[in-house]
């Protein structure tokens, strides 16, 4: 099994670096799989995987700060906990300096972004394949106390995320305050013909929202 794959691009060692959950069909294994290539499209050299600083990891983003470090958030400890686990400056291993957050919250598929000198978690409840209702956490240090904040979604069906699941945000470039949100769009009975939602974000005093649009 190989989900939520995620690229950033390493600045010092020009490398387009994927992180990925890899597990076996029972998800045991809990692990994550590191890849590099020279093109965002590959081909990807694969590393292997990991159990991030000893750790259990299924549900896994990647963020690269301002200041060129990165992190890897995945769900740990069987979903009970999230941990932000900082990476080398190559952006192939863990550091060895991580953070739990959400401890005993069972919190999985986290998304995150940076607004206002504030670091964001969209993230959903532990379900299964069944959607839940979205909410994110917010600190004012990447490995600070995040604390959680109501759904942020509006409009039909906000209260199950879109029938979706979060799994990254992307800035939109050379615009402030303008984000785009994805979502995965699991369908259980054929997870291999599950598809993606992309809807716009932004921030209203500093609030997470999140507005469906059918178009």
């Known amino acids: 099994v190989i989900e939520r794959p995620k690229v950033i691009y390493n600045e010092k ?17 809990a692990r994550a799989g590191v890849a590099y290539s020279d093109r965002p499209e590959g081909p990807y ?55 739990r957050i959400f401890i005993g919250l069972s919190r999985e598929a986290p998304a995150m972004v940076k607004h206002n000198q504030k670091y964001y978690i969209l993230s959903s409840g532990c379900t299964g394949w069944d959607p839940n209702p979205a909410a994110y956490g917010v ?6 106390d995040y604390r ?35 979502f995965d769009q699991w369908n259980k009975t054929n997870l291999e013909d599950s598809r993606y939602i992309w809807l716009p974000m932004h921030f209203e005093n500093d609030r997470m929202i999140i507005e469906w649009k059918n178009e």
């Open 148 to 182: 959680i904040i109501e759904n942020p979604c509006r409009g039909p069906e906000a209260d199950k995320t879109y029938y979706a699941q979060s799994t990254f945000i992307l800035p939109v470039q050379g615009r402030e305050n303008e984000y785009i949100a994805l």
């Open 139 to 144: 600190a004012d240090n990447i490995m600070g």
């Open 45 to 99: 050299i694969f590393l292997g995987s990991l159990r991030p600083n000893g750790q259990m990891s299924r549900d896994q983003t990647l963020f690269k700060d301002t200041d060129g470090k990165a992190y890897q958030i995945c769900s740990s400890e069987n979903n009970e906990t999230m941990y932000i686990n900082e990476l080398t400056d190559d952006y192939l291993k863990p550091s060895g300096v991580y953070k």
């Open 13 to 29: 060692t020009k490398k387009y670096v994927m992180w990925m959950h890899i597990d076996t069909e029972d998800y045991k294994y």
